[in-house]
């Protein structure tokens, strides 16, 4: 028997490297025609929406962002204190099963209210994922505490709600995040977050338009926050999976 497969801890964790790698080679291509097209649609989409209503969104989106790094409202889960992937990513499973079912029935109600309820959607929405990520952070043993690691769970966000584009950039700077995070503005008025909330609202307008139209939006909005909670879920675990090895292959603790 090698020594591999009697250590089940090390066979789940080449496992989870291939997979890794495959994630890798998936998530890094190049912008698409779709993409591009869809990019087009997605300004198309923005045009027809009041202003008023472009201000109201974009002034939620802002203030959420900054309550993020600044870290007042979601800084609370402990660093897990145990050192094996296997088990780091079962509690970040848990709280990604969690906080799906959370957001769905979060998209459900306010769907079932039509346009006015659908706007009240995205900042609440936004404040769940925000704490499933701070939940997957502390899983992977990372403090939350730690402003940087706040704008590694924004790192997070634009890699999974931004054009293909941003996300190769992205993922640039997270298999660099090291040395990127020592080049990180310790000011938050340095911060660019402008760029990151405007990805996200294009991102986000396109994919849960149809949650404003009565009688479908509970439905649509079930589905929809479901499975972009999935999705958001997915890219944490990948990009603290990429971090933890890494770290290892530097040997940094």
């Known amino acids: 028997m090698s020594t591999t497969e009697s250590n089940p801890e090390k066979l789940y964790e080449n496992l989870a490297y291939r ?21 087009g649609t997605q300004r198309s989409i923005n045009n027809l929406i009041p202003e008023k209503v472009h201000k109201a969104i974009t002034y939620a ?21 145990i050192d094996r992937l296997s088990l ?18 979060e998209g459900a109600l306010t769907g079932a209210g039509g346009i006015l309820l659908g706007f009240v959607d995205l900042p609440a929405f936004l404040a769940i994922k925000m704490k499933m990520l701070f939940e997957i952070a502390a899983a992977y ?17 634009k890699l999974t709600f931004s054009s293909q584009k941003t996300r190769n950039e992205t993922i640039a700077d997270l298999e660099n995040w090291t040395a990127h995070a020592q080049a990180l503005p310790d ?8 760029n990151f909330q405007l990805e996200y609202r294009d991102y986000m307008d396109l994919a849960k338009l149809a949650q404003l139209i009565p009688i479908i939006g509970a439905g649509v909005g079930a589905i929809a926050n479901y499975k972009l909670s999935q999705q958001l879920g997915q890219m944490a675990i990948n990009a603290y999976r990429l971090r933890y090895f890494l770290d290892k292959k530097t040997g940094k603790p």
């Open 88 to 105: 780091r990513e079962y509690k970040a499973r848990k709280s990604i099963k969690l906080y799906t079912k959370t957001a769905s029935v």
């Open 141 to 157: 043993g990372h403090n939350v505490r730690d402003y940087k690691e706040r704008v590694f769970i924004l790192y997070i966000f």
């Open 19 to 39: 997979d890794l790698m495959t994630w890798l080679q998936k998530t890094k291509k190049k912008p698409s025609l779709l993409n591009r097209m869809t990019k």
């Open 61 to 81: 989106i802002e203030k959420m962002v900054k309550g993020v790094l600044s870290g007042n409202e979601y800084i609370g889960p402990k660093a897990y204190p």
């Open 187 to 194: 000011n938050l008025n340095d911060f660019d977050w402008r």
